[in-house]
Structure formats: structure tokens, C-alpha cells
């Protein structure tokens, strides 16, 4: 999908990110995403640092540029500083990238006008528990995790959905992590008749356990969460490792969107295609007609084409759709898996 085309009497949109210090790199991908969305529309850039200091200078910097919509921010700091800002000159935000709950569950009560093509932070624990019980409700699965905090929520937030749909499962404990081997654990859990397992924990010890579960002759699944893109350590994956996980934008994104960052010399990775979708998310609201003083964050509503598909906003301003998915790992990538 190209660019959209602007009219000469566009709105001016915002963009903002960290352009200078350690996220530099992902502050570029930011921008470079958005304005190649942009097409021929006005805009305001504006370097955050991904401080609280730089999202204040940064919202003060767009109510005088008076712009319509701000695509951007990285990190929490600087959006928590700038949306009330941006509330009171009543200039909605697009976020690709600000992650934490609280800054949509705290809408009612601060009116910030924000929405976000990232997914929540408990959106991954939250795809867990509503995909894993549909495919695993005939299997003997057990649910194991690594004692930290991202192990055990997503491991307790699956077994939490699985009791409530009368599903029991065959094996639950911790293990020790970052272990030569996981030959022990294997036992136990073939002891308990596990076919499928879930591990919350990280990508090394998925491998360890997928190595040592086909040494002792067991075929086991293996399951986890998002960590399994982590850069491959010195053991493999194994093949049919599943993964509840984001999918690579660039092998869902619309092949006139990549060609248009190719033409640019932008490479569609990282926060690049999602910022040109909330960039188009962006250009299609401020192209709606509106009621003079009318919110500008009622334009919001409905539903948006980007590169990236269909996008609608919740009443909170989140995605009505939760993005994460069930792949699987063919030997050398993840690939997705239809799911009813």
C-alpha cells in the first residue's frame, strides 16, 4: 500500500521520537516508517531522548506547530509527560511502540488521547491463555516456567484459563534455569504422561529441553511465549517448537508499503511498518470531515486500511484485536499455524 495522497490544505501531523541517545536506532526506525507514509503532508519532527523533559518540549513543540495528530514515542517517560499536554490542546496521539497497561486503563479518569498499534503488555499472557486451551484440550499438557516474573505470569495465566475450561494439567512446576541440561526435568514430565508443554521461560532452555526430551526418545511439543525470537544460542530449536508471538511485519505487510521504504532505502524491520501504518491510521483521521469543534479523537473511531491490515481502536484506544498468534518452528523460522 502506497502512500496516501494529501491534499495541499492538509493538517500538520507530529512526529516524535528518540533521535539522539542510546535509542537513537529505534527512534529512526520511527521516523523513517511514518514519514515515508506521509506521502506530500506537513510535518512536525520532534527528538523526545526518550525523557520526560523531552516529551514536554516535544508536546509543547506540536500545540504551537498546531498539529492535528502525533504519531510516535518509544518509551513510557516521555509519552506519560507529554499526553497532558497534548490532551488539553486536544491533539490525539498514534503510538507504535508504548507497550505498558497503564496508559489506556487509565483513560476514564486522565482523558488522554492516546491509542496504539503496539500491543499491551499483557496482551502476550493474555494470547496464551485464550489460544493454547483451544489446541491443547485433547493432549496431556504440562505448564512449566523459570521462577521469574515474565515465567510465572505467563505460566499462571495459562493454567488460570485451562482450569476455568475444565482442562487439568497432567504436570505443573519450576524448573532451574540455565542448566547444561534439563534431563531430570524430561523424566518427570514423561513420568506424568506430558505430550505438550508449555515453558515459561526463555529460548536456551526451550532448546535444552526440546534436545534432551528427543535424546531420551520422547516427542514432546514445546511451547512458549514471545521469547523464542530471541537471537539462537548454540543449540537449535526444535522443529515444531510452538510460540505464541508476534508475526514479522514484513511477511504480513502490504508489498507496496515495503516497496515504498525500498525506495526510500528503509529497511522494513523493527518500528518501521508500524509507524507507517499509525502514520496512515493518522492521515485518514485528520481527512475526515468533522463537526467544527468537534474531538478530534471521535475521527478515530471505525475502522482503518494500513500496511498492516484492518486496524480498529477499543474504547480504551487499544487495538480491538489482540496481534499475537500461534507459529511454529519449521528448522529454521517461525511460521503461523491455523487455529479455529
Known amino acids: 500500500m502506497a502512500p496516501l495522497p494529501v491534499s495541499a490544505a492538509a493538517p500538520r501531523i ?18 523513517d516508517g511514518a514519514r515515508a507514509a506521509a506521502g506530500d503532508a506537513p510535518l512536525e519532527i520532534a527528538d523526545d531522548g526518550c525523557t520526560a523533559a523531552g516529551g514536554t518540549q516535544a508536546a509543547r513543540r ?16 516521555s509519552i506519560e509527560a507529554a499526553l497532558p499536554i497534548l490532551r488539553d490542546a486536544r491533539i490525539p496521539v498514534i503510538t507504535p511502540a508504548v507497550r505498558i497497561d497503564s496508559l489506556t486503563d487509565r483513560r476514564g479518569r486522565t482523558k488522554f488521547l492516546v491509542y496504539r498499534l503496539a500491543p499491551r503488555d499483557d496482551s502476550e499472557a493474555g494470547a496464551v491463555a485464550g489460544l493454547l486451551p483451544k489446541v491443547w484440550k485433547d493432549r496431556l499438557f504440562a505448564i512449566i516456567d523459570d521462577g521469574t516474573i515474565y515465567g510465572r505470569n505467563l505460566a499462571e495465566t495459562l493454567r488460570a484459563a485451562a482450569e476455568a475450561q475444565a482442562l487439568q494439567p497432567v ?70 517448537t510452538l510460540m505464541v508471538g508476534l508475526p514479522e511485519w514484513s511477511e504480513i505487510a502490504d508489498p507496496a508499503a515495503v516497496a515504498a521504504l525500498a525506495t526510500r532505502g528503509v529497511v522494513a524491520e523493527g518500528y518501521v511498518l508500524p509507524s507507517y501504518a499509525a502514520m496512515q491510521v ?59
Open 14 to 31: 507530529g512526529i516524535v521520537a528518540p533521535l539522539t541517545g542510546t535509542s537513537e536506532t529505534l527512534g529512526r526506525q520511527i521516523v
Open 171 to 240: 504436570f505443573i512446576d519450576t524448573y532451574r534455569p540455565q542448566m547444561d541440561n534439563q534431563v531430570g526435568l524430561i523424566g518427570r514430565l514423561r513420568r506424568a504422561g506430558s505430550t505438550h508443554v508449555f515453558v515459561g521461560g526463555d529460548r536456551d532452555d526451550v532448546a535444552i529441553m526440546g534436545r534432551d526430551a528427543a535424546l531420551a526418545g520422547n516427542s514432546m511439543v514445546f511451547a512458549g511465549g514471545e521469547a523464542l525470537r530471541a537471537a539462537p544460542g548454540d543449540i537449535p530449536l526444535a522443529t515444531g
Open 62 to 77: 506540536f500545540v504551537e506547530a498546531k498539529v492535528a495528530y502525533v504519531v510516535g514515542f518509544l518509551c513510557a517517560e
Open 282 to 340: 493518522a492521515l485518514t483521521a485528520a481527512g475526515r470531515p468533522a463537526l467544527p469543534d468537534a474531538d478530534p479523537a471521535a475521527l478515530l473511531d471505525g475502522a482503518f486500511t494500513t500496511a498492516l491490515g484492518a486496524i480498529r481502536f477499543d474504547a480504551k484506544g487499544d487495538l480491538s484485536e489482540n496481534p499475537y498468534r500461534i507459529f511454529s518452528f519449521d528448522g529454521a523460522r517461525f511460521v503461523p499455524v491455523e487455529t479455529q
